[in-house]
């Protein structure tokens, strides 16, 4: 089924789409301070959490239901149009009836496929904007899924949000950009608006510029910030949230380009995309080349009975790597993937040029 997405707001092309407001509807006046505080922003729909899916009981869960009439509010007085995250099909009736303008399917909910067609079912027939965020694991699949559940009930006024993955260990980050997963998505559907939630990519305020600006230079088509009037003082993510006033000095020094190239550009990144290719072309060629080496050597292997994974010599082939890559300003992370890659592919060449017999397939 090919998916023909309709613009989620009628935006002149290239025009970045903005949203902010706090992680949580916390007070009347807590959002409404923090929406007027951002009505002459440009912004494009004012967040809040009315419903948060907390990882833990007795966090604080969200004030529920009594939250959408503050939205309202914001709507009257501000001018702003409003969004929120819904995960149940009562979410989904409780905004449709206080006149929620955007929709947007949190990262634990784009996980559960039973979650997912609840809310679209609940959707059919409606006509609202919805926005879905990554599944918290690096699944591009289970994204996509969840798009093609929101669409097929109706919904063509689809986007996502890019708002990172949870991954184990140490990082800088609070959920892994993995930036391949969102270019890959765009890739597959280049007419998706993809919008950069920097708040719960980052975890903290000092590079939430950093994270938005690589979005933007990445052709993403909007940002997502939390933003709280007293930010150390706000019931959940105090850590990412800021101020309206630093909000909008991180969008007036973002740096936004243009997606579409006119014809000067496109006669220069044309001579440099020819160069691209045949560097491609010569990169496939290598790597044929080495399989055909990784071939004969499984023969060999095969032949004194040696076992085709060995550790040490891998161990070897991977330090040269780093060594000459890093010569070439090349990531230890990217060689490292890099290069497994390709010794998996050798492995399975190897595999299958030693497989007995009656099995082989070539
Ligand atoms: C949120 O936007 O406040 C939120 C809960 O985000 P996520 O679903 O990305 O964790
Ligand atoms: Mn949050």
């Keep these: 089924m090919e998916m023909q997405f309709k613009p989620l707001v009628e935006k002149e092309e290239g025009q970045p789409i903005i949203i902010a407001g706090p992680c949580s509807a916390e007070t009347e006046e807590q959002v409404l301070e923090t929406a007027h505080g951002l009505k002459d922003q440009n912004v494009d729909f004012f967040r809040a959490g009315i419903w948060k899916p907390r990882t833990r009981p007795n966090s604080f869960e969200g004030v529920g239901k009594t939250g959408l009439p503050w939205l309202k509010r914001v709507k009257e007085e501000t001018g702003l149009k409003v969004t929120t995250e819904v995960a149940k099909a009562e979410h989904v009736y409780e905004c449709l009836k206080h006149g929620i303008d955007l929709l947007w399917l949190g990262a634990r909910t784009t996980v559960s496929p039973f979650a997912v067609q609840e809310i679209a079912d609940a959707m059919e027939g409606m006509d609202v904007p919805v926005l879905i965020k990554n599944p918290i694991n690096p699944d591009l699949n289970l994204w996509i899924g969840a798009i093609e559940r929101i669409y097929n009930a109706g919904i063509h006024r689809v986007g996502v949000i890019h708002r990172g993955f949870s991954l184990a260990g140490n990082s800088n980050y609070r959920n892994e950009p993995l930036w391949q997963i969102p270019i890959e998505l765009k890739r597959r559907f280049p007419e998706?608006?993809?919008?950069?939630?920097?708040?719960?990519?980052?975890?903290?305020?000092?590079?939430?510029?950093?994270?938005?600006?690589?979005?933007?230079?990445?052709?993403?088509?909007?940002?997502?910030?939390?933003?709280?009037?007293?930010?150390?003082?706000?019931?959940?993510?105090?850590?990412?949230?800021?101020?309206?006033?630093?909000?909008?000095?991180?969008?007036?020094?973002?740096?936004?380009?243009?997606?579409?190239?006119?014809?000067?550009?496109?006669?220069?990144?044309?001579?440099?995309?020819?160069?691209?290719?045949?560097?491609?072309?010569?990169?496939?060629?290598?790597?044929?080349?080495?399989?055909?080496?990784?071939?004969?050597?499984?023969?060999?292997?095969?032949?004194?009975?040696?076992?085709?994974?060995?550790?040490?010599?891998?161990?070897?082939?991977?330090e040269k790597a780093i060594t000459k890559g890093n010569e070439r300003g090349l990531s230890e992370e990217f060689i490292t993937q890099f290069l497994k890659a390709i010794h998996q592919e050798s492995i399975n060449h190897q595999m299958e040029v030693t497989k007995p017999d009656m099995v082989k397939k070539r």
């Design 192 to 318: 998706l608006k993809i919008i950069c939630d920097n708040s719960h990519i980052c975890g903290r305020r000092d590079t939430l510029a950093d994270v938005a600006q690589k979005a933007f230079d990445l052709s993403f088509h909007g940002l997502m910030t939390e933003t709280h009037p007293r930010p150390d003082e706000a019931w959940s993510d105090a850590k990412q949230q800021i101020t309206p006033v630093i909000f909008k000095e991180m969008i007036d020094n973002l740096i936004i380009k243009r997606e579409e190239l006119d014809t000067e550009d496109l006669e220069s990144i044309e001579a440099l995309r020819v160069r691209i290719d045949a560097i491609d072309n010569q990169l496939m060629e290598l790597l044929g080349n080495r399989m055909e080496v990784a071939e004969s050597i499984g023969l060999y292997k095969k032949a004194k009975s040696i076992s085709i994974l060995q550790p040490v010599r891998w161990n070897e082939i991977l």
